[in-house]
């Protein structure tokens, strides 16, 4: 037979025992986050890559890479195309001759975002096709100012051997005709 300071000490003890079980359990339920060591990744040293490559925008023909997806019905009277936007998918070639050895491609947008010149949002990702480098990406995120010699670019992150990749990409301008524009691109990253 319990007495009754008894049951009042196991009731207690029971409560106890139930909320806290209840808060482990609710607990568990939301953690999604935790701090992990890079090794466990497999991340060693940081490097510094430069890549140097020529990146082909075809406008015309059979052939073109570069088609534009949209304007605005203001775009045609404005003496920087403004609203514009430009679906690429340029080869990377090793030399500035678009039969040369391939790398990879450029695949992305750009955009005419400026009304009083000829400045381009640029959203695209370098992907990869050679060597080590096969499948890996770097992606772009940045504005350039077409009439610059130097034009430069954030690069903003990557994938496979790129992940966490920062750093930037020069553009210069190689060769321009009215259906194919060459520019050397040299890319500077910070990489595992
Ligand atoms: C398109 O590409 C094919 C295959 O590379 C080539 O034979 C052809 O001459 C190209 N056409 C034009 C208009 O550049
Ligand atoms: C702009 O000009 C191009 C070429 O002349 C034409 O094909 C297109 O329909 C025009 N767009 C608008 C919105 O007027
Ligand atoms: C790149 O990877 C793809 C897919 O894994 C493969 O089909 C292709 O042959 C590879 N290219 C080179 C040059 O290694």
Redesign the pocket.
């Known amino acids: 037979m319990l007495t009754k300071q008894s049951y009042i000490f196991f009731l207690i003890l029971f409560t106890i025992i139930s909320f806290s079980a209840l808060a482990i359990a609710h607990q568990s339920d939301e953690v999604f986050s935790r701090y992990i060591s890079p090794s466990s990744l497999g991340l060693k040293r940081e490097k510094l890559s430069h890549l140097h490559f020529y990146f082909h925008d075809?406008v015309s023909?059979?052939?073109a890479t570069a088609v534009r997806v949209a304007e605005a019905p203001s775009t045609n009277s404005s003496s920087s195309s403004f609203g514009a936007v430009v679906m690429i998918d340029d080869p990377l070639t090793i030399k500035p001759d678009v039969n040369s050895k391939m790398v990879g491609r450029a695949q992305g947008i750009y955009a005419f975002a400026s009304q009083t010149d000829f400045s381009l949002l640029m959203v695209f990702n370098f992907v990869f096709t050679q060597g080590k480098y096969n499948g890996s990406t770097l992606s772009v995120l940045g504005r350039n100012k077409v009439v610059s010699t130097v034009r430069e670019m954030p690069i903003v992150g990557g994938s496979g051997l790129f992940r966490f990749a920062r750093g930037y990409a020069q553009a210069r301008p190689y060769s321009n005709s009215q259906a194919h524009t060459i520019v050397e691109y040299n890319v500077y990253v910070f990489h595992y």
Request: glycine share 24%.
């Open positions: 075809l023909g059979k052939n």
